[in-house]
């Protein structure tokens, strides 16, 4: 049952990066969307834990890294939208 799993995550991961690509391919949504940066988020971890039941160490770094610039991009949004409007002078 635990090899279903991770390699239930390993396609769902592959399906969630694509589509995403596609939707940001075809325009209707941007890269800096929260949505866009959850796809890939949610889609590399699931490529991590595959890779690691593997031990498939290069796809595995690769989406760690994958992860963290998902990560970093919705910190960016988050914090884009706390900040007061600026206002012109």
Excluded at 28 to 38: E, N
């Amino acid at each position: 049952m635990t090899e279903i799993l991770i390699e239930a995550a390993g396609w769902l991961g592959g399906g969630l990066i694509l589509l995403g690509y596609m939707l940001v391919s075809s325009g209707r949504l941007q890269g800096k969307s929260v949505t866009f940066q959850m796809l890939n988020l949610i889609g590399s971890l699931g490529f991590v834990i595959n890779a690691a039941w593997h031990g498939a160490i290069p796809p595995m770094a690769l989406n760690v890294i994958w992860c963290a610039i998902a990560l970093y991009t919705l910190a960016q949004i988050k914090w884009a939208r706390t900040l007061p409007p600026q206002q012109d002078g």
